[in-house]
């Protein structure tokens, strides 16, 4: 089955800097990639998400990129504010598939 | 537009008592549905997953049970509670061939 790994845990940086998280996945068949962001005691919710017929896609301050040859891919958030401040998952699937696999997560703290 | 309702908010029970969290959805039909548990800080665990009325699939054999009784009705049980059952559920909504998920706000079940 599909294994995907997400890296860094935690993150911490300065207001205005750039943050970047990424993760890799294992299986080739997969071709949709979603992140998804949850603030403290909520649900996660869908920031944005790539298909793998693209290799970049951008919403404001935040862009994911895919690589499908190296099996990864990245969120990168701009100019970050302390609203940004959430952990963020990053998901796997494939046409087959019924479920998503997650990564591990990652806190992003952002310090004003 | 499809939308997910979770309940309750939050919940304190003590050891050995039963347990039945509730998830609807609206604004579709033939979901599929899942529960999450997410421990303090942690990530996001499957428990289970259905493709449809009366099919339930388990993840992790545990002290909980789920079931399906109506197309958009999924419910999360057990009939004693132990201290580890404590953490953050959440229900997810999937389409079939609709890739991403939608989750609920969340049930904070605190085991005393």
């Known amino acids: 089955g599909e294994n995907v790994e997400q890296h860094p845990s935690t ?10 998280i990424k993760c890799t996945y294992s299986d080739s068949a997969s071709n949709y990639f979603p992140w998804y962001k949850q603030e403290l005691g909520k649900g996660p919710q869908l920031i944005i998400d790539i298909r793998s017929n ?47 696999t997650f990564g591990g997560g990652t806190r992003l703290m952002v310090k004003p | 537009s499809q939308t997910i309702h979770q309940w309750p908010a939050t919940l304190v029970q003590p050891v050995g008592s039963p347990l039945s969290l509730e998830c609807t959805v609206e604004g579709t039909s033939n979901p599929n549905l899942y529960w999450y548990r997410q421990a303090a800080g942690r990530g996001l665990q499957l428990l289970f997953y259905s493709v449809g009325i009366g099919q339930i699939s388990s993840e992790v054999p545990q ?15 057990s009939k004693k509670l132990l201290l580890s059952d404590s953490g953050f559920y959440l229900c997810a909504l999937g389409g079939k061939g609709r890739y991403g998920y939608t989750f609920g ?8």
Request: contains cysteine; aromatic residues 4%.
């Open chain 1, 11 to 20: 993150l911490s940086v300065q207001e205005g800097d750039s943050a970047v």
């Open chain 1, 54 to 100: 693209v290799g970049e896609k951008k919403d404001q301050r935040i862009a994911v990129t895919l690589n499908k040859t190296a099996k990864h891919f990245s969120l990168h958030i701009t100019e970050t504010q302390p609203e940004d401040s959430a952990v963020y998952f990053c998901a796997a699937i494939n046409n087959a598939g019924n479920m998503l």
């Open chain 2, 63 to 77: 002290n909980l049970s789920a079931s399906r009784p109506q197309d958009r009705q999924f419910i999360l049980s």
């Open chain 2, 105 to 112: 706000s969340g049930t904070r079940l605190t085991v005393v």
